[in-house]
């Protein structure tokens, strides 16, 4: 995207002229060439000439004298309206990159989001076909309910997770019964819905 501003083409005669006087190419007291003249040297019509002229005589920098032709008036203006031009010209293009740089950002987090949400999708199709691969949680000497039988601890009832199995001291216990004691060390193998793996850690290291 471009950043520069395409001004009026009579804008555009109207600051090379300044600038020609503000360098001292014309000086004080130079006669200008005839609008035809100055329209044949940068390839502009006459109108788009006198429009250019006309600017800088409102501006002070040039002197119009009917029958007698332009004149340069002032390079001190001629300067401060150069000045003030690539001000002017300079904010709009640190505007113009700004509001590029925030257009591309959006784009960014467009896509950013439109991936996060193909993520998720897939991730909830990947839970869906496999209901069955369990999940697993190690229980520390900082978890809760350590000592306890899953009947006690009512784990369906408080996380909706269904223990299918038992790691305890490197032996496997399939399907374990409601009298099946939980201690320190051992990992929970346990199915369920995507949500079920946050509440079996909230429920073991948690409030609960």
Do not use: C
């Amino acid at each position: 995207m471009k950043n520069k501003i395409e001004r009026p083409l009579y804008q555009q005669i109207a600051l090379k002229l300044a600038k020609r006087v503000a360098v001292g190419t014309y000086q004080e007291g130079h006669k200008l060439h005839a609008r035809s003249t100055l329209a044949k040297a940068f390839n502009v019509s006459p109108e788009t000439a006198r429009k250019a002229v006309q600017i800088l005589d409102d501006l002070g920098i040039m002197e119009s004298h009917h029958g007698s032709g332009t004149y340069v008036a002032s390079q001190e203006r001629a300067e401060q309206y150069v000045r003030q031009f690539e001000d002017k010209e300079t904010i709009e293009n640190v505007r113009g990159k700004l509001k590029d740089s925030v257009n591309r950002q959006q784009q960014e987090w467009q896509n950013f989001n439109k991936l996060l949400n193909e993520l998720v999708a897939h991730t909830r199709q990947s839970v869906d076909l496999n209901p069955f691969i369990p999940y697993e949680i190690i229980l520390t000497k900082e978890a809760n309910h350590l000592g306890e039988t899953i009947a006690e601890i009512n784990v369906w009832q408080a996380t909706g997770a269904t223990i299918v199995g038992i790691l305890q001291n490197e032996k496997l216990l399939l399907s374990p019964g409601p009298y099946a004691k939980i201690d320190e060390g051992d990992t929970l193998y346990f199915v369920g819905n995507e949500y079920t793996l946050q509440r079996m850690r909230d429920f073991f290291f948690g409030n609960y």
